[in-house]
């Protein structure tokens, strides 16, 4: 009965207490009482216990004379009580149902007296259990004599008061049968049990009460939003009260709803409403959030913009002071200034490979520096021999050590320090000269009959002259070759006349326009390379250049080509494919642009840039709904038509791959001018199905795909031209992309296109520019491309010929070892097809993939130790192990 009286409280009474106190309209709730209960059982003085505690303190006491009191006092409390005298029972009706109780032995029960002289002994006990139980009594002290009704009232009160200070819970456990059977549940027991316990009250309860409860601040931090961002309120930002009123009108449009209501100190709602509250709140969250990201980024793209600029400023300065100490701390804090977001998009600072290239340029500028000094330290003496440590100095050794400082002086030293090493070398190299010459007029004057090997010795008288007609034969010489280099714009006989003229101290008008020629970029040397093979009439050298000048603009304009999916000449994808999270797309793609409210939201080349993106990856799809390039209508059903040649190529090989790759080829063929634009949607579907493909042999054979293409016909245009030149860059392997570069070269301006009937001849057409192409290989200068190693994403994998097609499981040692056997064994002849003549001896492939036996007739590959034996049915490749 107390503990009920406390579920009772706790459930029904506290709530309707906080109700009254928050002053809020509310429906009384109605449940079974059981203070009259308790009042019969515990009430002072007339309860049945503190009754049974008299009776059983008077002498004579007996158990009818207790149940004749307690009927003449609670005879009129029918609700709780009633007796029986004649059969010596009472009956109590609990909120569980009545109970019958005996009153035969109560006295004897409820008495718990001790006999002082038994406690005594028991405390004097040596036994420590014993001496806790009882305790030693003071001097004159008595036994206390409790009953058991008291000390159980004293333990329940103790307890009721341990759990009105917790935060109460209640598990209530139903008996479904009387016979303790699993699966059997008697309903009217059941319903019995409920109303006992008071706990469709309880549920009533719960429906007609509040049960969310917020304090006004804290219901204003939480549902502030629920009107959206651009609502404006009224009150005062600190009137939390008026706030909670404001918000629910204007997210329920209405006033004095009964299931939320605003008190005194909190706004207390009922579950529908806390619903419907978190919707719109939820709601509000889905717009504002973009907002608040959007906020995000910007200040972290901002602070990291500031921190990049901070750091390449410091680097110019160090390079700009040839301190290399500064140079190598900073490149090894790039990770920590640059921070996550650095790492995530592998972002550099730009001129991070200009300071790589002084830190390089130093370790050959110390040994010039330390030979300069060894040089000054010999100029001013007056021997006729110029030498050091006993080594004469020649003038072939100076005029190196010039050419060196001018390949590697400009980079590290300041101009200052660069022209006072040359001062001191032309002025050491005079000496030397002047010394050679002596020796050799001497020599003439000992033996007379001598002839002398420079005939302008023999018409000079001596020294001084001779050294002033030297010189006005090589300035002469100089002008000559100057103009010469200048007509033909050939720039390494332009460094030879510009050594020549720094090493003699010499200047003119042609020298003068010859230096700034070398000091043009590469792509304004090569236009005037261009024009000059114009004025010649000079085709090969013509086509060379393009050609050169065609890879420049990719590596110099990288960041405008490396994106393929950018390219102009695709059509916009369907709005279906756009991503949500505009943050999917790589840095520096898209613009933020500035909204009215001065919030960064995604523009609309950033969504169309996801889309492009998404669009342009590999499918398992293979029927396409539309072309990927701007088409006119009648050549859409040619390129769908393209399209299922690709997949059956790339995808299906089983079925007939050499048909498909001949039908794409010689469709690419076909196209002529007006429907050119077809060749570039045959090289859009080709690179869309390489994009993300998890198939390594489709891969394969779509890489041999777009080396039959490129070997037989070229793009419609430059621009498209160079969006695909920068992707093979970026996603082949460096021997293959400079493969079919050739092949490409030798389309453009070799021979003519022709239909072609068979596969083999196609393989042919590819392989004779497997060493380069007449038109790129006799004068190409170095690789012009500097790209961060994350733009490097070799579809192939990371073996550069072979170049295993299993990167992913090199952690494994197990899966490795049998991949690189499935390598040997079953991928060799579609490889070979790709890297042809370049494997000359498979067997040292082999031995450099791992592979340190491989045997054909024993049908076997031994790699580290791990033997891997090939099914025989499999057919063999037609390979020479």
Same mark, same amino acid.
């Given at each position: 009965e107390?503990?009920?009286e406390?579920f009772?409280?706790t459930?029904?009474?506290e709530?309707q207490d906080?109700?009254?106190t ?5 429906e009384?709730?109605?449940?079974n009482?059981?203070h009259n209960?308790?009042d019969v ?11 049974l505690d008299?009776?059983c303190?008077?002498a004579?006491?007996?158990e009818?004379r207790?149940?004749q ?5 609670h ?5 709780a009580?009633s ?12 909120f569980?149902?009545?109970v019958e ?11 718990d007296?001790?006999?002082q002289?038994l406690?005594?002994i ?8 014993t001496?806790?139980l ?7 002290q ?5 009953s ?5 009232r004293e ?5 009721v008061s341990?759990l ?7 598990v209530?456990?139903?008996?479904p049968?009387d016979?303790q059977?699993?699966g059997t549940?008697n309903g009217r027991?059941i319903?019995v049990?409920?109303?006992?316990m008071?706990?469709?009250d309880s549920?009533s ?5 509040f ?7 804290e219901?204003?931090?939480?549902y502030?939003?629920?009107n ?10 600190k009137?939390y009260?008026?706030l909670c009123?404001?918000?629910i ?7 004095? *709803?009964?299931?939320i !209501?605003?008190?005194?100190v909190? =706004? #207390?709602?009922r @579950?529908d409403?806390? %619903?419907f509250? &978190? +919707? ?7 717009d504002? *959030?973009p907002?608040? !990201?959007a906020?995000?980024?910007? =200040? #972290?793209?901002r @602070?990291?913009?500031r %921190?990049l600029k &901070? +750091?390449i ?7 700009a002071n ?10 090894r804090d790039?990770?920590n200034r640059?921070g ?26 110390i040994?010039?520096?330390d ?9 001013p003496e ?8 006993g080594q004469?100095?020649?003038e072939?050794e100076i005029?190196?050590v010039i050419?060196d ?9 300041t101009?200052?320090d660069?022209e006072?090493?040359l001062v001191?070398?032309k002025?050491?190299k005079?000496?030397i ?5 002596n020796k050799?007029f001497a020599?003439i ?10 005939k ?7 020294v001084?002259?001779?050294v ?9 010489w100089?002008?000559r070759t100057?103009a ?6 050939d720039?390494?006989?332009?460094r030879?006349?510009s050594l ?14 010859v230096?700034?020629l070398l000091?043009?970029s590469?792509?304004e040397?090569?236009?005037?390379e ?5 004025s010649?009439?000079d085709e ?5 250049r393009?050609?050169?000048k ?9 960041d405008?080509y490396?994106?393929?999916y950018?390219c ?5 994808p ?5 991503y949500?999270?505009?943050?999917c ?8 642009e ?7 939201s995604?523009?609309?080349n950033?969504r169309?840039a ?6 342009l990856?590999?499918t ?10 701007r088409?006119?209508?009648?050549l859409?059903?040619?390129?769908l038509n393209?399209?299922e040649?690709i ?6 090989p089983?079925?007939?791959?050499d ?9 690419g063929i076909?196209?002529?001018e007006?429907?050119?634009v ?9 690179v869309k199905q390489?994009?993300?493909?998890p198939?390594p042999e489709s891969?394969?054979?779509g890489?041999?795909?777009?080396g039959?293409c490129l ?8 621009e498209f031209?160079y ?5 093979m860059r970026c996603?082949?392997p460096f ?7 050739s ?8 021979t003519?296109?022709?239909v ?15 060493g380069?192409s ?7 200068a170095?690789?012009?491309w500097?790209l961060p190693t994350h ?8 073996y550069d010929?072979?170049?295993g ?12 070892r049998?991949?690189?056997?499935e390598?040997?064994?079953g ?13 000359k001896?498979?067997g040292?492939?082999l031995?450099?993939?791992?592979a340190?036996?491989?045997?054909k007739?024993e049908?076997?590959?031994?790699v580290k130790g791990s ?5 025989e049915?499999e057919?063999?490749?037609?390979l020479?192990?």
């Amino acid at each position: 009965e107390k503990l009920q009286e406390v579920f009772n409280r706790t459930t029904f009474g506290e709530d309707q207490d906080l109700y009254q106190t928050e002053g809020i309209k509310f429906e009384p709730i109605t449940f079974n009482d059981n203070h009259n209960v308790l009042d019969v059982l515990e009430g002072k003085p007339n309860g049945l216990f503190p009754l049974l505690d008299d009776e059983c303190a008077v002498a004579g006491g007996t158990e009818d004379r207790y149940l004749q009191r307690i009927d003449g006092i609670h005879e009129k409390n029918f609700e709780a009580f009633s007796a029986n005298r004649k059969a010596r029972t009472f009956t109590i009706k609990h909120f569980a149902g009545s109970v019958e109780y005996s009153v035969s032995g109560f006295l004897a029960k409820n008495t718990d007296l001790l006999n002082q002289d038994l406690y005594e002994i028991c405390a004097a006990s040596s036994d420590s259990l014993t001496q806790l139980l009882f305790p030693k009594l003071q001097e004159n002290q008595k036994v206390k004599i409790q009953s058991t009704g008291k000390k159980f009232r004293e333990q329940l009160k103790q307890l009721v008061s341990k759990l009105n200070s917790t935060m109460t819970h209640y598990v209530r456990c139903i008996k479904p049968n009387d016979e303790q059977v699993p699966g059997t549940f008697n309903g009217r027991k059941i319903n019995v049990q409920f109303e006992a316990m008071a706990m469709l009250d309880s549920i009533s309860a719960g429906q007609k009460g509040f049960k969310h409860r917020l304090l006004h601040e804290e219901f204003v931090k939480v549902y502030k939003t629920v009107n959206g961002p651009q609502y404006i309120y009224s009150s005062h930002p600190k009137d939390y009260k008026k706030l909670c009123e404001e918000i629910i009108k204007g997210c329920f449009k209405e006033d004095n *709803l009964p299931g939320i !209501q605003v008190g005194n100190v909190r =706004v #207390l709602f009922r @579950s529908d409403e806390y %619903r419907f509250l &978190e +919707l719109n709140r939820t709601i509000a969250f889905l717009d504002l *959030l973009p907002k608040v !990201q959007a906020l995000v980024r910007g =200040v #972290l793209a901002r @602070s990291f913009q500031r %921190r990049l600029k &901070e +750091l390449i400023s410091e680097l110019d300065q160090a390079v700009a002071n040839a301190d290399i100490d500064a140079i190598e701390e900073l490149e090894r804090d790039i990770p920590n200034r640059l921070g996550k977001m650095g790492k995530l998009y592998g972002i550099v600072p730009k001129n991070l490979d200009r300071a790589k290239e002084v830190v390089r340029q130093q370790g050959k500028w110390i040994p010039i520096r330390d030979r300069i000094s060894q040089y000054e330290s010999i100029l001013p003496e007056d021997s006729h021999e110029v030498s050091i440590g006993g080594q004469a100095v020649t003038e072939q050794e100076i005029e190196d050590v010039i050419a060196d400082i001018l390949a590697t002086g400009e980079h590290i030293s300041t101009p200052d320090d660069i022209e006072k090493s040359l001062v001191l070398l032309k002025e050491l190299k005079k000496r030397i000269h002047k010394e050679e010459l002596n020796k050799k007029f001497a020599a003439i004057l000992d033996e007379p009959d001598i002839e002398p090997d420079n005939k302008l010795i023999a018409n000079v008288d001596n020294v001084d002259d001779y050294v002033e007609k030297e010189k006005g034969e090589i300035e002469a010489w100089i002008e000559r070759t100057a103009a010469n280099a200048l007509k033909l714009v050939d720039k390494e006989l332009m460094r030879e006349v510009s050594l020549k003229a720094v090493e003699n101290d010499y200047s003119s008008a042609l020298v003068d326009e010859v230096t700034a020629l070398l000091h043009l970029s590469e792509i304004e040397f090569v236009q005037k390379e261009i024009d000059a093979a114009e004025s010649a009439n000079d085709e090969q050298r013509l086509i060379h250049r393009r050609i050169r000048k065609k890879e420049l603009i990719c590596a110099n304009q990288f960041d405008q080509y490396k994106y393929f999916y950018m390219c102009p000449q695709l059509r916009n994808p369907p709005q279906e494919v756009d991503y949500i999270l505009c943050c999917c797309i790589p840095a520096g793609i898209g613009i933020q642009e500035e909204s009215k409210d001065g919030l960064s939201s995604p523009s609309p080349n950033h969504r169309m840039a996801n889309r492009r993106r998404k669009f342009l990856s590999w499918t398992d799809d293979p029927f396409q709904v539309n072309s990927l390039v701007r088409l006119p209508e009648e050549l859409v059903n040619e390129a769908l038509n393209v399209y299922e040649s690709i997949y059956g190529c790339m995808e299906e090989p089983h079925i007939s791959a050499d048909e498909d790759a001949l039908k794409v080829v010689n469709r690419g063929i076909a196209a002529k001018e007006e429907t050119a634009v077809l060749r570039d949607e045959i090289f859009t579907q080709i690179v869309k199905q390489l994009n993300g493909n998890p198939d390594p042999e489709s891969i394969v054979r779509g890489v041999q795909l777009l080396g039959l293409c490129l070997a037989t016909f070229a793009p419609s245009n430059d621009e498209f031209e160079y969006f695909l030149i920068t992707w093979m860059r970026c996603h082949l392997p460096f021997s293959i992309y400079r493969h079919y570069m050739s092949a490409l070269h030798e389309t453009q301006y070799g021979t003519q296109m022709k239909v072609f009937r068979d596969v083999k001849t196609l393989e042919a057409k590819l392989d004779q520019t497997r060493g380069g192409s007449r038109w790129s290989t006799s004068r190409m200068a170095k690789d012009p491309w500097n790209l961060p190693t994350h733009h490097i994403k070799n579809i192939l994998g990371g073996y550069d010929i072979l170049d295993g097609f299993f990167e992913d499981f090199e952690s494994e040692e197990e899966l490795r070892r049998r991949k690189i056997a499935e390598a040997a064994m079953g991928m060799i002849r579609p490889a070979r097809k790709l890297i042809g003549r370049q494997v000359k001896n498979l067997g040292m492939t082999l031995k450099r993939l791992g592979a340190t036996n491989a045997s054909k007739s024993e049908l076997r590959v031994d790699v580290k130790g791990s033997t891997f034996v090939r099914d025989e049915t499999e057919e063999l490749p037609k390979l020479d192990f």
